[in-house]
Nanobody, 123 residues
Protein backbone atom coordinates (compact mmCIF):
# COMPACT_ATOMS: atom_id res chain seq x y z
CA UNK A 1 0.00 0.00 0.00
CA UNK A 2 1.19 3.53 -0.74
CA UNK A 3 0.32 6.37 1.62
CA UNK A 4 0.30 10.09 0.87
CA UNK A 5 -0.23 12.63 3.63
CA UNK A 6 -1.39 16.17 2.97
CA UNK A 7 -2.95 19.14 4.70
CA UNK A 8 -0.03 20.48 6.68
CA UNK A 9 0.84 24.14 6.87
CA UNK A 10 1.52 27.13 9.06
CA UNK A 11 -1.08 28.07 11.65
CA UNK A 12 -1.19 30.28 14.72
CA UNK A 13 -1.48 28.81 18.19
CA UNK A 14 -5.10 27.99 18.94
CA UNK A 15 -5.87 27.33 15.31
CA UNK A 16 -6.89 24.15 13.51
CA UNK A 17 -5.72 21.96 10.66
CA UNK A 18 -7.02 18.77 9.15
CA UNK A 19 -4.53 16.28 7.79
CA UNK A 20 -5.48 13.66 5.25
CA UNK A 21 -3.73 10.48 4.24
CA UNK A 22 -4.80 8.72 1.08
CA UNK A 23 -4.01 5.05 0.66
CA UNK A 24 -3.60 3.38 -2.70
CA UNK A 25 -3.10 -0.22 -3.59
CA UNK A 26 -4.78 -2.67 -1.25
CA UNK A 27 -8.02 -1.36 0.23
CA UNK A 28 -7.44 0.67 3.37
CA UNK A 29 -10.08 -1.26 5.34
CA UNK A 30 -7.51 -4.05 5.58
CA UNK A 31 -5.23 -1.89 7.70
CA UNK A 32 -4.88 -0.33 11.09
CA UNK A 33 -3.99 3.31 10.36
CA UNK A 34 -1.96 5.59 12.58
CA UNK A 35 -0.53 9.09 12.75
CA UNK A 36 2.91 9.84 14.11
CA UNK A 37 5.01 12.98 14.29
CA UNK A 38 8.65 13.89 14.48
CA UNK A 39 10.01 17.22 15.64
CA UNK A 40 13.57 18.33 14.86
CA UNK A 41 16.07 16.51 17.05
CA UNK A 42 13.43 14.23 18.53
CA UNK A 43 12.33 10.68 17.96
CA UNK A 44 9.21 9.85 16.02
CA UNK A 45 6.27 9.66 18.40
CA UNK A 46 2.78 8.25 18.37
CA UNK A 47 -0.14 10.63 17.91
CA UNK A 48 -3.27 8.59 17.15
CA UNK A 49 -4.46 5.27 15.75
CA UNK A 50 -7.73 3.92 14.41
CA UNK A 51 -8.86 0.35 13.87
CA UNK A 52 -9.79 -1.16 10.53
CA UNK A 53 -13.50 -0.47 10.88
CA UNK A 54 -13.04 2.79 12.75
CA UNK A 55 -14.71 1.66 15.96
CA UNK A 56 -11.59 1.83 18.12
CA UNK A 57 -9.16 4.71 18.54
CA UNK A 58 -6.28 5.62 20.80
CA UNK A 59 -4.47 8.91 21.35
CA UNK A 60 -1.28 10.16 22.87
CA UNK A 61 -1.94 11.95 26.15
CA UNK A 62 -0.49 15.14 24.70
CA UNK A 63 -3.23 15.39 22.05
CA UNK A 64 -6.27 13.90 23.82
CA UNK A 65 -9.23 16.22 23.66
CA UNK A 66 -7.66 18.28 20.88
CA UNK A 67 -7.06 15.84 18.01
CA UNK A 68 -9.54 13.45 16.40
CA UNK A 69 -8.66 10.59 14.08
CA UNK A 70 -11.23 9.25 11.64
CA UNK A 71 -11.34 7.25 8.45
CA UNK A 72 -13.45 6.90 5.33
CA UNK A 73 -12.82 3.44 3.94
CA UNK A 74 -14.87 4.20 0.84
CA UNK A 75 -12.33 6.89 0.03
CA UNK A 76 -9.33 4.95 1.37
CA UNK A 77 -8.49 7.94 3.50
CA UNK A 78 -7.64 8.59 7.14
CA UNK A 79 -7.94 12.03 8.69
CA UNK A 80 -6.47 13.84 11.67
CA UNK A 81 -8.45 16.85 12.82
CA UNK A 82 -6.21 19.01 14.97
CA UNK A 83 -7.76 21.74 17.10
CA UNK A 84 -6.35 24.10 19.72
CA UNK A 85 -2.91 23.70 18.21
CA UNK A 86 0.14 24.56 20.29
CA UNK A 87 3.69 25.45 19.26
CA UNK A 88 4.82 22.10 20.66
CA UNK A 89 2.67 20.37 18.02
CA UNK A 90 5.12 21.60 15.38
CA UNK A 91 6.52 18.56 13.60
CA UNK A 92 6.45 16.52 10.43
CA UNK A 93 3.35 14.34 10.59
CA UNK A 94 3.38 10.86 9.09
CA UNK A 95 0.64 8.34 8.44
CA UNK A 96 1.33 4.64 8.77
CA UNK A 97 -0.49 1.39 8.05
CA UNK A 98 -0.28 -2.21 9.15
CA UNK A 99 -2.27 -5.33 8.36
CA UNK A 100 -2.14 -6.77 11.87
CA UNK A 101 -5.44 -5.21 12.92
CA UNK A 102 -4.11 -4.37 16.37
CA UNK A 103 -4.28 -0.92 17.92
CA UNK A 104 -0.56 -0.15 18.01
CA UNK A 105 1.37 2.85 19.24
CA UNK A 106 5.00 2.05 18.42
CA UNK A 107 6.47 3.16 15.09
CA UNK A 108 8.34 -0.14 14.78
CA UNK A 109 5.02 -2.00 14.66
CA UNK A 110 3.93 -0.40 11.40
CA UNK A 111 4.95 -1.81 8.05
CA UNK A 112 3.98 0.99 5.67
CA UNK A 113 4.75 4.68 5.88
CA UNK A 114 3.88 7.70 3.83
CA UNK A 115 5.93 10.80 3.23
CA UNK A 116 5.24 13.33 5.91
CA UNK A 117 3.55 16.69 5.88
CA UNK A 118 4.94 19.65 7.81
CA UNK A 119 2.84 21.29 10.52
CA UNK A 120 4.15 24.51 12.00
CA UNK A 121 2.36 26.27 14.84
CA UNK A 122 3.47 29.81 15.60
CA UNK A 123 3.10 31.39 19.02
Amino acid sequence: VQLQASGGGLVQAGGSLRLSCAASGRTSSSYTLGWFRQAPGKEREFVAVISRGGSSTNYADSVKGRFTISRDNAKNTVYLQMNSLKPEDTAIYYCAADVSGWIMTMPSEYEYWGRGTQVTVSS
